[in-house]
């Protein structure tokens, strides 16, 4: 080999051993990755629970007719306001045949036994006048004949009222259907000519109109499972409705449900709250509002957002990296308060104005030269 070539591919090895040294140097100058950061700062955290539902009336009653026929006439609308005794509506009395015929029977069978009462009493009494018969004996026919006048009126009423509705058209007649509280009308749900069910021990009966007192509403919604153990009687509500965007109401929760309804897989409880209801704002029944319970609230608390927390694999215990240097960072235990599902309390861990890293990369600076 002359030295020529020999002095060649010493050439070529030292070019060789350059570039790989230029690309070792490349690699190895390439920038780290950045990471921006968030202070840790002092706020409010209010942790509150959001519960859908609706609002009603305290109390609604239902007014349903003691006997049964056809709506003759209705006296009045829904949203009229009713005082106890205001007439409602009236029925047409439409006798069952058979109850009218063993009434009538009744009738008849109690004339004839008092015609017979009497002939035997008419008899007795002449003789008791002349002497002939004992006091004690006419005294016997007499309270027979009393009791016969008796059992005539009373089959001669229970006829009239299976055929009229009245006896001898009283004013307090089960065909004239009168409100039993005083408020509002929210629903008359019959019409006239519809035929309609006397209420009994054997059927609820056909509802004539529903009574309700406006100025006393409820706030009335379900709670997840999740939350109700959180809740206490007698805690705040802030009401919203859906009809009244601008209006706010307060409430107080005054009842939780014992017993959860399972829907959709998830169990709810019902809640209620008494309203405090205002003359400037006229809430209708039904109207849907959304309750806003504050379960915990802390002022002024050190906290950062949730979704900068790290929680260790096998402890399972948060943690954040905190910047220590120019995109150097290091690891800090935290102990956590209350959240609101976007801020968390720092109880211990982390002081004011301490930068945490975010896992969000910044796009990689490129230097084209």
Do not use: C, H
């Amino acid at each position: 080999m002359n030295k020529y070539v020999k002095y060649g591919l010493i050439a070529l090895a030292i070019i060789a051993i350059l570039g790989a040294i230029t690309v070792f140097i490349k690699k190895n100058n390439k920038p780290q990755k950045a990471y921006e950061t968030e202070a840790v700062e002092k706020i409010d955290i209010v942790n509150q629970v959001i519960v859908t539902g609706k609002v009603i009336p305290e109390d609604e009653i239902e007014i349903k007719p003691q006997i049964s026929g056809i709506i003759e006439k209705v006296y009045l609308e829904e949203g009229a306001l009713v005082k106890a005794g205001d007439l409602i509506a009236k029925i047409k009395i439409v006798p069952n045949e058979q109850s009218l015929n063993q009434a009538k029977g009744r009738v008849r069978n109690a004339d004839v036994a008092l015609r017979n009462v009497e002939i035997e009493y008419n008899r007795n009494k002449s003789l008791f006048d002349k002497g002939v018969i004992s006091s004690q004996d006419f005294n016997s026919l007499q309270l027979q004949f009393d009791q016969a006048k008796l059992e005539l009126q009373n089959a001669q009423s229970d006829y009239q009222i299976i055929r009229k509705g009245s006896a001898g058209g009283s004013s307090s007649a089960n065909t004239n259907i009168r409100a039993t509280v005083s408020g509002t009308v929210l629903e008359i749900p019959v019409e006239e000519g519809n035929q309609v069910i006397q209420s009994n021990n054997f059927n609820d009966g056909t509802t004539i109109a529903t009574i309700a007192d406006m100025s006393k509403m409820i706030f009335e919604g379900e709670v997840d499972e999740a939350e109700v153990g959180k809740l206490k009687l007698g805690m705040p509500l802030d009401i919203s409705l859906g009809a009244l965007e601008k209006a706010k109401f307060d409430a107080k929760l005054k009842f939780i449900a014992p017993k959860g309804t399972e829907e959709e897989g998830a169990v709810q409880f019902k809640i209620e709250g008494d309203l405090v209801m205002t003359d400037t704002l006229y809430v209708r029944a039904g109207y849907s509002a959304n309750a806003a319970i504050v379960l915990e609230e802390k002022k002024d608390v050190l906290a950062i957002k949730e979704a900068l927390l790290q929680f260790d694999k096998e402890t399972e215990k948060p943690f954040v990296e905190i910047e220590t240097a120019d995109n150097e960072f290091e690891r800090k235990d935290l102990e956590l308060g209350i959240s609101d599902g976007i801020f968390v309390e720092i109880i211990s861990g982390l002081e004011e104005n301490t930068k945490v890293k975010v896992w969000n990369e910044l796009a990689e600076k490129e230097n084209n030269n």
